[in-house]
């Protein structure tokens, strides 16, 4: 897994496709509203992406756009992020997580800001879920304590 | 012990078996479930969230604090791979 295995045919697929694979990932994420999605799914196509570069290329490549430190701080501004937005609707007099007191900062009705509430955690699931698959996948694949 | 650890599991079990007798049956249209719940979901979620698809808003709403919990979940999971997996340098 850690030395590189050149590969034109697979290297070239997997660097055509993998961009492909993380706008239908958020495509999925945002679209969550109206079609089967959300943040889970999308969470999960978007790491899944990262993992392919893995296994065309090498895990330094992988390492070099997402790092291990960095992974590990995503998957915890998700959660930031899930919380956050339920706190930020108790400081406007709401209850957590309701999200129709949103609407004063956000240009849209209470309706409106729900909706909008629920693409915000939405986002937070989602990167949770990327940076989670992709720590795991990390810790699974590297060489045992030589690459820390 | 191991027999007082086999009566004890064998009475829990039974207990819950017991239990699940007054459960409604799957899909009864007049359990609480399908009489409170379900209608008004359906009746009001696009009303109330403007969101088209009922599985969305359920799980991000109107159970939103569950899918806050299912989120740390994954994330606890995540931190608990790293604490066995990983080789710190000693």
Redesign the interface.
């Given at each position: 897994m850690t030395s590189r295995f050149d590969d034109v045919i697979i290297q070239t697929v997997c660097r055509i496709l993998i961009p492909f694979i993380q706008i239908f990932g958020l495509y999925v994420i945002a679209h969550g509203h109206s079609s089967p999605g959300g943040g889970f799914q999308g969470g999960v196509i978007l790491g899944a992406s990262f993992i392919l570069l893995c296994l065309s290329y090498d895990i330094k490549e992988m390492k070099r756009r997402l790092s291990r430190k960095r992974a590990i701080l995503f998957s915890a501004l998700g959660v930031i992020i899930y919380a956050g937005i339920g706190l930020l609707c108790l400081l406007f007099d709401g209850n957590y997580l309701d999200y129709g007191r949103l609407h004063r900062i956000l240009p849209v009705d209470p309706v409106g800001a729900r909706s909008m509430g629920i693409l915000g955690i939405e986002i937070g699931v989602g990167i949770t879920v990327m940076a989670v698959m992709v720590t795991i996948f990390i810790d699974l694949a590297s060489e045992e304590g030589k690459r820390n | 012990m191991k027999l007082i650890a086999l009566i004890a599991v064998s009475l829990t079990g039974a207990i819950l078996i017991y239990g699940t007798a007054d459960m409604p049956d799957w899909g009864d249209p007049g359990s609480a479930a399908s009489l409170h719940v379900s209608p008004r979901y359906i009746e009001k979620s696009v009303?109330?969230?403007?969101?088209?698809?009922i599985?969305?808003?359920v799980?991000?709403?109107y159970r939103?604090?569950d899918?806050?919990g299912?989120?740390?979940v994954?994330?606890t999971?995540?931190i608990a791979?790293?604490l066995l997996?990983?080789?710190?340098?000693r």
């Open positions: - | 009303e109330e969230t403007s969101v088209p698809n599985v969305t808003s799980l991000a709403d939103g604090y899918t806050l299912e989120t740390t994954i994330f999971a995540g791979c790293i997996i990983r080789r710190f340098k």
